[in-house]
């Protein structure tokens, strides 16, 4: 009805000081400002929480956090986008810092992921999503991880010598699964809102997503770049392939706490 200043200035400044050192922090050697600011982020999200309660018009409704489904899409949100948003830097790091591939190669060494991305969205949202509701979640999240081990024992297996040709199945099954995700992700979440909520409810997931997006290059980033000098490329990227399945292992258990199906009036929203 109104638009919270107070409750949006606060949720800016608080991603801010959160998101900046983590992207910054390694480039600029962890000077000891930028925990100070880890400190204030702290702090202004605290602010923000009493501020959300005491206002009259919240920038998130509060009945959305007593909702469990809509907590455990969160969840879901948080860890899936997390790890696929750092994944998807390092892999770029490795292939044109690591293997030396142009822009040019590393695209095309990419397009398998694009193309897996496509069929999958495309079988998901036409027939598997409406039929199967969250089973098709689940599924989609062993297949991606079943990609990303491929590319694991690709790399593994070739080391500095691998070539776009030996990692194009992993990120073609990668790609599947993701896609299989996309499509019926958000209608899925949102079924467990009542009509009221869904505009906050999908308001905070579009959020969410990009925020965790940005967490992800930056968390798992400074994690490459911390594992970059002791172990090298190769060893590097397996390792960062690790934490990124450990990341889609947190969202198929928060799977279950989603509704079984999307909204029937999904293709309104």
């Known amino acids: 009805a109104r638009l919270d200043l107070r409750g949006s200035f606060l949720l800016t400044a608080a991603s801010i000081t959160l998101i900046y050192p983590l992207v910054q922090g390694h480039d600029q050697g962890w000077p000891w400002w930028m925990f100070g600011l880890f400190g204030v982020s702290a702090v202004l999200w605290g602010l923000f929480a009493l501020s959300e309660r005491a206002a009259d018009h919240p920038v ?45 190669h590393t695209g095309l060494a990419l397009s398998p992921w694009a193309l897996g991305m496509a069929v999958g969205a495309a079988a998901s949202g036409a027939a598997l999503g409406p039929k199967f509701g969250r089973h098709v979640l689940h599924v989609g999240l062993v297949v991606v991880a079943v990609g990303l081990g491929l ?12 070539t776009a040709w030996d990692i194009a199945p992993g990120f073609f099954i990668t790609g599947l699964g993701s896609g299989a995700i996309f499509a019926p992700l958000f209608d899925i979440i949102l079924a467990g809102l009542g009509d009221d909520e869904v505009g906050t409810g999908s ?10 997006r940005a967490l992800g290059v930056a968390v798992l980033g400074s994690v490459f770049f911390q594992l970059l000098p002791g172990h090298g490329f190769a060893d590097a990227i397996k390792d960062l392939i690790v934490i990124g399945v450990c990341c889609y292992a947190g969202s198929f258990a928060a799977a279950f706490l989603l509704p079984m199906h999307a909204r029937e009036d999904a293709g309104a929203h």
């Open 203 to 212: 308001g905070v997931l579009n959020a969410v997503q990009q925020f965790c």
């Open 151 to 162: 590319v694991w024992l690709a790399i593994n297996a070739h080391g500095m010598d691998t």
């Open 60 to 104: 998130i409704e509060r009945s959305l956090f007593g909702n469990r489904a809509f907590l455990g899409g969160l969840v879901f949100l948080g860890t899936f986008f997390t790890s696929m948003s750092g994944f998807m830097l390092t892999i770029n790091l490795f292939l044109q810092s690591g293997l030396h591939f142009t822009p040019m």
